[in-house]
């Protein structure tokens, strides 16, 4: 049988939506004992084929053979998962308020035996027992998911997908929450997977992609453009193949010139997360912020913006002593913070690609003030233009968009905006590499024209490609403040510092 090489084929596979032709006669080839990776632009196409292969979407054309069978017919929500397919998803279905045993079972409960007769205790044990063995992490199986950060909760999601024992298991953008040191467990978990099964990894990590994969499908523009083996590419090359151009130096040329200090924190202390933080932001800087997954440093920004969980310290604003700060206080005080976990707390997904976008906080709180609808229009389209926002319009419900591009339209809904500070917690992850030089230059302009910005990363090259000094924290307390200068040597103490080794320059 010629298929026989592969143990799953999706081919020439067709989907259109309204005003939009997401895949036109892609065809992916997956063997068994390969990672296939998959790359392409925000709205490229990648997520929607992955969805019709679970079952979320049907194609218009074209045929799914999995395991030597032609499974199109038989393809929908529930099937994917018990013919042997397992999903990490872009999308994070994440319910908040269940423990980490519960969303582990979720869903398993009913179809395994296994846990009909277990107690409380032993669910927590067993969940606990899994999450160690598969995904090598140690959590409390009583624990709240919404006390877990965004990257333990992915490892619980990746922990389910590899208890259904699959064949073939999608990875869509799993790395885009996960700090490096998590990032790279991930992928001794996938080269193990890949032993006996076929997976596909969907990434905007091209190091990664070419670390990882055997081959790569490139898409652009619902368009298949080729298969090539990860070993006969650079990244350079398959950039280029991906978005039909060369792309230049991603990062601006700093030139900022940093003027009085606008922000300072001293002796910070977080309920949790971090304690005795101390820093100072200037206007016209950017300060970066990072550190591992559970070092504290994702919730700084927040405790900034919103301080409900800080229990001591002091935060300066503008010569001003804040006693409490509140999110609509943080905005009249004109703070912006954008949130990592835009899915869920930024993006409104029902409204529109422009109320989204218009919707920038000072409007909601200016209550009297008109705003013409001829003036919101234009002001959407042009935010669509300068971000590159893939929509059929700005009227497009934001939540049909590509993951990509519904970061992009949150993004820009705070760029817009004329904030003095500006705490943007992973601007970019999620977001492509032409994309991303673009993002990096309006906050560029925006630290030039005056406002300090705060990057939260755990991306070290946008790290000292954008930060003109940086913190690095380790399990809740500053390991490392320093300027940038030298890159060479900056990105070795960085990386020995988030790991707890460098210590201090003082
Ligand atoms: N449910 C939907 N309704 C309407 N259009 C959709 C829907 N889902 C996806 N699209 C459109 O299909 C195209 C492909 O989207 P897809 O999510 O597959 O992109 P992607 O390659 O995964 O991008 P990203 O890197 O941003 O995640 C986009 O133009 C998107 O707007
Ligand atoms: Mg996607």
Redesign the pocket.
């Known amino acids: 049988m010629a298929g026989a090489e592969y143990i799953l084929e999706m081919l020439d596979v067709t989907k259109e939506?309204?005003g939009?032709k997401?895949l036109s006669n892609v065809t992916i080839q997956v063997k068994a004992g390969e990672v296939h990776g998959l790359v392409?632009?925000?709205?490229?196409?990648?997520?929607?084929?992955m969805k019709i292969l679970a079952g979320l979407?049907s194609n218009d054309e074209g045929r799914i053979i999995f395991d030597g069978e032609d499974i199109t017919k038989k393809l929908n929500a529930r099937t994917a998962e018990h013919l042997g397919i397992s999903f990490i998803h872009?999308e994070r279905y994440v319910v908040r308020h269940l423990t980490v045993a519960e969303m582990l079972f979720l869903g398993i409960e009913k179809t395994k035996s296994l846990f009909r007769f277990m107690d409380r205790k032993g669910m927590i044990k067993l969940a606990e027992k899994m999450l160690k063995e598969k995904v090598g992490v140690e959590l409390p199986g009583d624990r709240l998911v919404s006390q877990l950060t965004v990257g333990e909760q992915q490892l619980i999601q990746i922990c389910r997908a590899l208890m259904n024992d699959p064949k073939v298991i999608v990875f869509d953008?799993p790395t885009a929450v996960l700090a490096k040191k998590e990032s790279e467990r991930l992928f001794k978990i996938i080269h193990q997977l890949k032993k006996e099964k076929g997976v596909i990894y969907i990434s905007?990590y091209f190091g990664e992609i070419l670390e990882l994969c055997d081959r790569v499908t490139v898409?652009r523009n619902?368009e298949k453009i080729d298969t090539v083996n990860a070993a006969d590419v650079t990244i350079d090359s398959l950039v280029t193949m991906m978005v039909g151009r060369n792309i230049l130096e991603q990062y601006p040329q700093k030139q900022r010139k940093p003027g009085e200090t606008i922000l300072s924190v001293k002796g910070l202390t977080h309920k949790k997360e971090f304690r005795d933080l101390n820093f100072q932001v200037r206007r016209g800087e950017i300060l970066g912020i990072t550190g591992l997954m559970g070092s504290g440093h994702d919730k700084v920004g927040i405790s900034i913006y919103d301080n409900a969980d800080i229990i001591s310290g002091e935060i300066e604003f503008k010569g001003k002593k804040m006693s409490y700060i509140s999110p609509q206080k943080a905005v009249q005080e004109k703070m912006g913070y954008v949130p990592d976990d835009r899915r869920g707390l930024g993006a409104i997904q029902k409204m529109s690609v422009q109320e989204n976008i218009t919707l920038a906080c000072l409007k909601k709180l200016a209550r009297y003030g008109i705003i013409s609808y001829k003036a919101e229009a234009a002001a959407a389209d042009a935010q669509i233009e300068h971000l590159g926002i893939?929509?059929p319009g700005r009227d497009a419900q934001t939540g049909?968009?590509?993951?990509?591009?519904q970061q992009k339209v949150v993004l820009s809904r705070w760029l817009s905006d004329e904030s003095e500070l500006y705490i943007l917690n992973q601007p970019t992850s999620?977001i492509?590499i032409g994309a991303r030089a673009d993002i990096y230059k309006i906050i560029d302009k925006m630290a030039r024209s005056g406002a300090a910005v705060i990057i939260i990363t755990q991306d070290i090259q946008e790290l000292y490609g954008m930060s003109d000094r940086v913190i690095v924290m380790y399990r809740g307390v500053t390991k490392l403040e320093m300027e940038i200068r030298d890159q060479d040597i900056t990105n070795q103490i960085i990386v020995a510092s988030m790991g707890g080794g460098a210590e201090d320059e003082t």
């Not at 392409?40 to 084929?49: L, Q, R, V, W, Y």
Request: aromatic residues 6%; charged residues 15%; proline residues 3%.
């Open positions: 939506f309204p939009v997401a392409g632009e925000n709205g490229a196409g990648k997520s929607t084929i979407y872009q953008e905007h898409l619902g893939r929509t049909n968009l590509s993951g990509g591009n999620g492509d």
